[in-house]
């Protein structure tokens, strides 16, 4: 992959795990320009971390949860559909770790994932699109017009973005799973019990942690676990970045 390779992210929370700071700083290990949006500000960040006012895009008194979880996913997908429509260029979840330098030439490029029954979807979690692209302007359209107390998980995020794919013929931009997502989600507590190598193949470029499954799993993103295990030498790699 070569190209741009800036990358905007969104946290709407007043305070950064581990995970998400070990998100940043794989990033700036690989020479990526980070963009991220807060609506609260944070201390700690990593160095060379470019902070942007979220209200800009999209105002705080919008912001809203899933009506089951508490999780701010269904917002965020508004989120990075009404980022990508404003601005283009590369969306990345704070869930996912880069393990190489990421430059995208095409216009397009979108993430999947393996789904139970061996079939593949989209995942949102990785995307990028040009600035006010039809594609992107289909999805925050109907984003925007779902009620937030009747959105349901992925609703609005790969089960849409699936869609739109193929509805507007872009599936020559999507990824092979293991590129940006090699590890299924149901497999996520591997990541703290398996070594990195068991997860990723030669043609990985990030690891999705899969931020959700680790609730579903009653894992703590703030543990210190195995120092063999894929989580934590993902964070020894990285820890050189302040």
């Known amino acids: 992959m070569n190209g741009n390779n800036a990358i905007q992210t969104l946290w709407a929370g007043n305070k950064l795990s581990k995970m998400e700071l070990l998100s940043l700083k794989s990033f700036r290990f690989n020479s990526n320009e980070i963009h991220l949006y807060l609506y609260e500000d944070l201390l700690d960040l990593p160095n060379g971390v470019t902070i942007h006012d979220a209200n800009k895009i999209i105002p705080a008194e919008k912001i809203f949860k899933y009506k089951n979880n508490g999780s701010y996913a269904g917002f965020a997908n508004l989120f990075r559909y009404k980022l990508l429509l404003e601005k283009g260029g590369i969306w990345s979840d704070l869930d996912i770790i880069c393990i190489k330098p990421i430059s995208i030439a095409e216009d397009y490029l979108f993430a999947s994932e393996r789904l139970p029954d ?125």
């Open 118 to 242: 061996e079939s593949v979807q989209v995942n949102n979690c990785f995307i990028k699109a040009p600035g006010n692209s039809p594609i992107i302007e289909y999805c925050y359209n109907i984003a925007l017009n779902k009620k937030p107390e009747e959105l349901h998980w992925g609703e609005t995020g790969p089960r849409l973005l699936t869609r739109a794919v193929l509805q507007f013929g872009l599936e020559e931009y999507v990824l092979d799973p293991a590129v940006i997502c090699p590890l299924d989600y149901w497999n996520c507590p591997d990541l703290v019990t398996k070594p990195l190598n068991d997860i990723i193949t030669e043609e990985t470029f990030t690891v999705h942690l899969w931020n959700e499954m680790w609730k579903r799993n009653s894992l703590d993103k703030c543990m210190t676990f195995d120092p063999n295990c894929a989580y934590e030498v993902l964070n020894n790699m990285f820890s050189i970045i302040q």
